[in-house]
Every structure is written in C-alpha cells, then in structure tokens.
C-alpha cells in the first residue's frame, strides 16, 4: 500500500513538475524577447535576493516541518500538528525579526542594490512576501510529510500560476526595462503568489488535517534545537549561492563585457541554461521530497536495511538517469538552447555543461538522503567546500577566461561536492560501491545505443535537427537504452536462479 502510494505520488510529482518546469522556460523565454536578455539577468538577480530573504525568514521551513513531522509520525505518541505549529512559530518570528531589518533599513539597501528611492519602496514590500512565503512552506512541509504530496503539487500549480499571470501582464504593459520596473515587477509576482499558495494551504489543511492521537513528542524548545541545524545548513547554502550569482556578472565585466552585456550573459545562463540542465531532474526532484521522508522514517526506526535497500537502488537508478540525460544534453545542447531563446550562446553553454549534469542529478538525491538521516552537520560542512571552491574559480578564471571560467567552476565544485556526499553516504549507509554497474555501464550503454540510433537515422535519411526529429531520436535513443539495461536485468536473473539451482 505505502509503495504504491509512493509511485503515485512520485509520477504526479513528476508530471506536475514538468508542467512547470516547462512553463518556466517559455515564461523566460517570453520575458527575454519582451524586455531583453539584460533584463533576464536582473531578474535572475533580483530572484537570487529574494530566495536568500526567504530563506533567512524560513529557515527551509519545508525540509525542516517535512523532516521533523515524518520523524514524529514514526514514533508513539506522535502529534504532526503541534510539529507544524512549532514551526508556524518559529518562522514567524524570524520573519517579523527579517522584515524590520529590511523596513529599517531600505533606504540604504534600496540605494546600494537596487537603483534608490524606488527600490526602497519596493523592499518595504517585501515583509508580505516573507511572512506568507514562510507559514505556507511550513503547510507544505506538513502534508509532504503526511504522504499528501499531490497537495504540494496542486499548490505549486497555483502559485506559479499566478505568479507567471502578473509577470506576464504586467511585463506586456511595462513601457521600459528599467532595473527599477523589473524589480516592481517581481516583487509584485512573488506576493501575488505568495499569498496564493497560503490561501490554498489553509483551506487543505482545516479539510485534510491530520488528526493527533498523541501530546507530542517535542516541545517548542526541542523544536528549535533540531530545527536549527537544518536552518543553518540552508541559510549558509543560499548565502554562498547568492554571493555566486553577485559575482559572476561583476567577474564578466572585468573580463571586458559591458554591463548590459555581463547581464545578458549571466541572464542566459541562469534563465536559460540552468534550467534546461535540470530540466530533466524533475523526476528526482519529485522522488527527493519522498526520499527524506522516507529516510526519516527509517532512521527514526533503526531500520538499517531498509536505509541501505533506498541508497543502493537511488544510486544505481540516479546514475542511468543522469547519464542518459546528459548525453542528449551533449548531443542537441545547440539547438535546445536555440528553441529556448538562449541562441547559439545558449546552445553552446548547454553542450558545455552537460556532461557534468550527472553528478548535479547525483546532488539531489543524495542530499535528500543526508537530510533525511539527520547528516545535517556534514552537509553543511560540503556546501561550505562546495562553494569555496565554485566561488575562488569564479574570482580567478571568469575575468580572465569569460563563461570558459563559469563552466570550470560548475565542473570542479560539482563534481568535488558531490563525490564527498557519495563516500559519506556510502560509509554511513554500509551500502557497497559497484564501480561497472553503478558508473560506468550507463556511459558504455549510452554511447552503444546513441551509435545504434544514429546508424538508424541514417539508414531513413532523416534529419536530426528539426524538432520533430530530435524528439523522434530521443524517444527511439531511450528505447534501446531502456531495453539494454532491460535485457541486462533479465540475463543477471537467470544467472542467480541457476546458480540457486546448482547450489540445491
């Protein structure tokens, strides 16, 4: 029953995901071509800052109440409501004590960051946003934790529905592409969407509440000192990933761009590229949510195989995925970019970073993993690494080297990141690494299978460039590899039950 509710859960996750995944693109896509790349840059800007205001204000309230709820939900005498308010609590007040930083101070913040009066105007704002962001992250952390994910999902929707509506309008009646508009303009969206997603979230929750047999197991005190390893973790993470961000479009200008230049670059790049890559990962971004739940709950009863069955199965599974996924990436990285409105620079970005893309993949589920098993010290700890390294890159090879720079710092941290997290995973787990079946098969197959399918193309004489045709390719690609690793799993079955036969 629970793993057939998994897999449901997971493919409406999946297929939600997608819809927004895919509105996102065509909603930067519409945004690029209607204000300009530069303008895209800002946004990606202006994005950055909120997401590192919303989470100072929250604390990754989701991961937090997702995490703690699933854990109470295991033990006896078990409240998941008084969970959730605990966290209501404890997000409220970190919201109210962000937002009078921001009123306090938004005259200087407005004029250093964000083009003067106006921009304090619009920080003064932004406390709406936080406080309402905050609890309803706390609400879906609640019902992902309760095995009720499609509420997520349809609040998700919602949200981005929403949120992509007063873009859109308000983008078509905008007369310029001001810093000052583009900030007035996401500022506004977030909440528009904001309250949304609260709105939704109370309704579910005094319908589809789950009712407590229990008092409860933590007080609002324990609350507090399991919830801020979590918070601290997320906090440090969204701190170093916005000092990224800042840099890179500071970086390319001392490499010569201009500053409308720089800003289109790191538009495309963060609009474009970035989310074309993961694009892909909507599958183990729905499967990820599941997965610290699960991993909690397992932890939380000691239930060691159950641990190390999750771990050996999401690696292996994570690994064909990924490596398929950068493969297609390589292969029609040019013209995806070109279909997205990122152009030639964009495609060329794509290709560039894709082959990379399996150790991002990687980072979600085994995050996920780590978080779900309370490693919150370690994780901390990586990102740190993590980050140092991508950062020094960026400071030293962007200014010399342009986007060749950005690339090298995406490779080098990834793939430093993301081998810590799989040693540390593997060695708390005591799951075995298996090198052929784990790593390399997926590469040998899908090279072997992108030979086949191009031997194919060429027999038909079709043209693998029209859109039609890449996706004829893909899907045809997907089989024979899909059918290798199919083939695999059933000659690996015969071998076992012959060898059981044999033993008896």
Not at 2 to 27: E, G, P, V
Not at 101 to 119: H, T, Y
Request: charged share 10%; aromatic share 10%.
């Amino acid at each position: 029953m629970i793993k057939n509710r998994i897999i449901r859960d997971t493919i409406l996750l999946t297929i939600m995901q997608l819809i927004l995944d895919s509105a996102a693109l065509i909603l930067n896509g519409y945004i690029t071509r209607q204000l300009g790349a530069s303008a895209i840059g800002i946004f990606s800007l202006m994005g950055s800052f909120l997401g590192l205001a919303g989470i100072i204000s929250n604390g990754n309230a989701f991961l937090c109440t997702s995490r703690l709820i699933s854990e109470e939900l295991g033990k006896n005498n078990g409240n998941p409501n008084r969970i959730l308010f605990h966290g209501i609590t404890l997000c409220t007040m970190l919201s109210l004590g962000v937002s009078t930083v921001l009123i306090v101070f938004a005259n200087p913040i407005g004029a250093k960051f964000f083009n003067g009066a106006e921009g304090a105007f619009l920080l003064r704002f932004m406390p709406v946003s936080l406080i309402t962001g905050a609890i309803s992250c706390c609400f879906k952390g609640y019902f992902n934790a309760c095995r009720k994910s499609s509420y997520v999902a349809f609040t998700d929707v919602a949200e981005f529905v929403v949120r992509a509506s007063v873009i859109v309008i308000m983008t078509a009646l905008s007369a310029n592409n001001s810093e000052s508009a583009v900030c007035r303009i996401m500022i506004t969206s977030v909440i528009a969407g904001n309250i949304t997603a609260l709105f939704f979230m109370l309704i579910l929750f005094v319908r589809k509440r789950i009712r407590g047999q229990g008092k409860g197991t933590l007080t609002f005190r324990q609350y507090i000192s399991f919830a801020f390893p979590i918070m601290g973790g997320s906090i440090l993470t969204s701190i170093l990933s916005s000092t990224n961000d800042a840099l890179v479009p500071i970086c390319l200008k001392q490499y010569g761009d201009s500053t409308e230049e720089a800003l289109a670059l790191f538009g495309i790049f963060e609009a474009i590229v970035i989310p074309t890559l993961f694009f892909p990962s909507v599958v183990l971004c729905s499967i990820s949510g599941i997965v610290v739940t699960e991993s909690a709950r397992a932890s939380a009863a000691g239930n060691s195989e159950r641990i190390q069955s999750i771990t050996s199965r999401l690696i292996r599974y994570t690994m064909i995925y990924g490596v398929f996924a950068s493969a297609v990436l390589i292969r029609f990285g040019r013209p995806i970019g070109e279909l997205c409105g990122g152009g030639e620079i964009g495609g060329n970005m794509i290709s560039a970073i894709a082959p990379v893309v399996p150790f991002i993949y990687m980072e979600i589920i085994l995050e996920a993993m780590i978080k779900g098993m309370g490693l919150q010290a370690f994780s901390s700890m990586n990102y740190l690494a993590e980050y140092v390294i991508r950062i020094s890159i960026v400071l030293i090879a962007v200014p010399q080297l342009g986007f060749a720079g950005i690339a090298i710092s995406y490779y080098a941290s990834n793939i430093f990141g993301n081998i810590m997290r799989l040693i540390k995973l593997l060695k708390h787990t005591g799951v075995n690494f298996r090198l052929f079946s784990m790593a390399l098969s997926p590469v040998l197959y899908a090279f072997l299978t992108m030979s086949a399918a191009d031997v194919l193309f060429r027999i038909t004489g079709i043209n693998a460039y029209t859109i039609f045709s890449m996706t004829v390719y893909v899907i045809l690609w997907l089989v024979l590899y899909g059918g290798v690793y199919i083939l695999s799993h059933i000659l690996t079955s015969v071998e076992k039950t012959k060898k059981i036969v044999v033993q008896n």
